[in-house]
């Protein structure tokens, strides 16, 4: 009989053949899926041909999604270069799934693309992480490997999801295949109900100020519990996304029902595998939360570690609100926002940028309830626009700084409260700006007043969000 084994050490075990693992073994393992994107795909694409020859062909050029999105909005045209690199290699080698940004001339000295004139008819998708899912690359029990440290997003639907760098990517790119040493698995509890002035990003921002920034380094991070369960879909890619905030080599969350309503809408692919932790599985760490017992924090300059009560930072002036990124742009995100915003003005400058052309798109098509937009009601889009919200087209933007022209980047020493994943010094541009991290319901509070915001102050009801994100 197999030794009791977590979902991280099942997975790995079965992409290795074999009937068990233990944490701090190496083993070989077969990759389901590599993504790569703008940033990191010339560069990948370049270790692999300098590798494996100029002639050589990928290993599945049905399992390398190619997904550009971090500098995609600029005049920079080192990064229309980078696009041209991915345009080139998609045709060489017939690569099936790439969403190109297809306004983005990139001949030398071409300016400014002008954005995609409807979400809906573009091939460009957005932010790699939301787009994964959203075009039916996520699947239970897989390993997906990608070129951006937050690939780990993707542990949300039950695989083993984490980021590698250009040269394991190229190796994999060649052979299907990878190096990886078992992590072991670190046991995050949550119980009760989400309440509904909190989100998920409460959740983590909790569990990294509990352990630290590197407290996680090279493990996996099991979020569990009702308090899990009771959270959207969405929301749970917003725990794993910043499982490597603390180091997390992946971040992983049981499957349920909304997992596999998902799933079975989307994946491209008919067959996939649940796997389950077994009871007697050992941790390396364990704790336990009751949601009853939070209030909304916020993760202040310049560590994602460095939290706080929302009530603690009360004093705190702002002079800019961000909400998009892989961590705050999905619809539920966007739902949440427009929820506190409805009706009033924001007082401080206020960001907005889908993390997807599908949100996008939902925000165009849905109400403040999740649901299709009925006649007399605003969509999420015009109760964002009239509360004062400068809204952007689809992308990272500037949750990873970019060029100076980037949407929202902080070009001066600006105090931001955004819904991004990581404060770092020069994170969002400026070296001396200072980003406070907070949910998209405390962004929003906090872009009311000019200055950190409990969200309880605007809301009591739980929000919301319908058929949003679920399918």
């Not at 742009?329 to 949440?336: E, N």
Request: charged content about 20%.
């Amino acid at each position: 009989m197999p030794r009791p084994m977590t979902m991280t050490e099942k997975i790995l075990a079965a992409h290795a053949g074999r009937d068990e693992v233990t944490p701090g073994e190496n083993v070989w393992v077969n990759v389901d899926i590599l993504m790569t994107h703008d940033v990191c795909g010339p560069g990948t694409i370049g270790i692999f041909k300098k590798e494996f020859g100029q002639d050589a062909k990928v290993w599945d050029n049905s399992r390398i999604p190619i997904i550009p999105d971090h500098y995609i909005f600029t005049a920079d045209d080192k990064c229309h270069r980078n696009i041209q690199t991915l345009r080139d290699f998609v045709a060489e080698q017939n690569i099936k799934y790439y969403y190109d940004p297809d306004f983005v001339n990139t001949e030398l000295g071409s300016g400014f693309p002008s954005p995609y004139r409807d979400p809906n008819n573009t091939n460009y998708k957005g932010v790699c992480h939301k787009a994964l899912p959203e075009e039916g690359h996520c699947r239970p029990g897989e390993i997906l490997l990608g070129t951006d440290s937050h690939t780990c997003t993707a542990g949300a639907f039950g695989q083993f999801a984490t980021g590698v760098g250009n040269t394991d990517a190229a190796f994999t790119m060649g052979t299907g295949k990878t190096w990886l040493k078992v992590p072991p698995t670190m046991k995050f509890v949550f119980n009760g109900e989400i309440p509904a002035y909190l989100t998920a990003k409460d959740l983590i921002l909790a569990v990294i100020g509990k352990i630290g920034f590197s407290g996680a380094t090279y493990k996996a991070m099991y979020f569990t519990g009702s308090g899990i369960t009771s959270l959207t879909l969405e929301d749970r890619m917003t725990l794993t996304n910043m499982a490597i905030e603390a180091g997390g080599k992946n971040g992983i969350c049981d499957v349920d029902e909304k997992t596999l309503q998902y799933v079975r809408a989307r994946s491209n692919r008919p067959d996939w595998t649940v796997y389950t932790e077994d009871e007697g599985a050992e941790y390396d760490f364990e704790y336990t939360w009751d949601l009853a017992d939070f209030e909304p924090l916020v993760a202040a300059p310049h560590s994602p570690d460095n939290t706080k009560t929302a009530r603690e930072l009360s004093n705190q002036k702002l002079d800019r609100a961000y909400i998009g990124s892989c961590t705050g742009g999905k619809i539920t995100d966007m739902i949440m926002a427009a929820n506190i915003l409805s009706g009033n003005q924001v007082k401080i400058p206020t960001f907005v940028v889908p993390g997807s052309t599908e949100v996008h798109s939902d925000m165009l098509r849905l109400g403040l309830d999740g649901e299709p937009v009925k006649d007399g009601q605003k969509n999420i889009y015009q109760t964002l626009e009239d509360a004062g919200c400068n809204i952007g087209a689809a992308s990272c933007a500037a949750c990873l700084g970019g060029p100076q022209d980037t949407f929202g980047r902080l070009n001066e020493p600006l105090n931001c409260i955004s819904t991004t994943n990581r404060n770092f010094p020069g994170r969002m541009g400026h070296k001396e700006a200072g980003v406070y991290l907070a949910s998209p319901l405390t962004a929003a509070a906090s872009a009311l007043t000019g200055k950190v915001t409990d969200p309880r102050e605007y809301i009591s009801e739980p929000i919301q969000t319908g058929s949003a994100g679920v399918c």
